[in-house]
């Protein structure tokens, strides 16, 4: 079974600038989660997907970040404009579950703001 | 915010030793779980165990749960150096709430 897929695994860019990442969930999970890791701390919840529709997305800096998931199966996270606080790890996750289960995650993409 | 915190920070143990790290958390929970991560990788499911549930095995690792003190630990035994990573506690609510993790303990583990 594949995993969960992420891509780039790095970016570096410049402040106030817009960057975007996309995840691909084991297929079949209709939940799908974006966490921002900072280095030496837990990943912490930015988003989650029920199908194609939010189910909780009351820690996303809307003024700047933006994620879709238009048919329910991929998703995007974007950037813009980007600030040095942003650089992280963003981590994708699925689940067959919306209910407290296991999650899946992918590899991450590391975000550098210069 | 977070709603688990682990304890120790780091550990750095001998090869052979066992290894326990320590969660608290504050507020009720439907399950508890636990996470490793490899540096620069994602995190992997390690363990999960329910709030009706005190112990669970997995291979090396046991989990135990008081939920009166609202805590749990992660006992990994005979630890080898493939074990070095950080663990990361979970707590699961009901419904659709979903995980928040701690900030987890970074096991050192030196051959």
């Known amino acids: 079974e594949a995993g969960v897929a992420q891509s780039p695994r790095y970016k570096i860019i410049e402040k106030r600038q817009s960057v975007a990442f996309w995840c691909n969930p084991i297929s079949g999970h209709a939940t799908l989660y974006w966490y921002q890791q900072i280095l030496g701390q837990g990943p912490k919840l930015l988003i989650q997907f029920q199908n194609n529709g939010v189910v909780d997305d009351s820690q996303l800096p809307k003024d700047r970040f933006s994620a879709e998931r238009l048919k329910g199966v991929d998703s995007t996270l974007k950037i813009q404009p980007a600030k040095l606080e942003d650089s992280a790890v963003y981590l994708c996750?699925?689940?067959?579950?919306?209910?407290?289960?296991?999650?899946?995650f992918g590899e991450g993409s590391r975000l550098t703001v210069l | 915010s977070q709603q688990g915190e682990e304890d120790p920070q780091a550990l750095s143990i001998q090869e052979g030793e066992n290894a326990t790290m320590n969660c608290s958390y504050k507020?009720?929970?439907?399950?508890l779980q636990w996470y490793r991560q490899n540096s620069g990788r994602g995190l992997v499911h390690l363990i999960l165990i329910r709030s009706n549930e005190r112990e669970k095995h997995s291979g090396r690792l046991r989990v135990t749960l008081d939920t009166s003190k609202k805590s749990s630990s992660l006992l990994i035994t005979a630890s080898r150096a493939a074990d070095t990573a950080s663990y990361f506690c979970a707590t699961g609510f009901s419904g659709n709430t979903p995980l928040v993790f701690g900030k987890g303990t970074r096991l050192s583990v030196i051959a």
């Open positions: 507020t009720s929970i439907n399950n």
């Open positions: 996750a699925s689940s067959s579950t919306g209910v407290a289960g296991e999650l899946f």
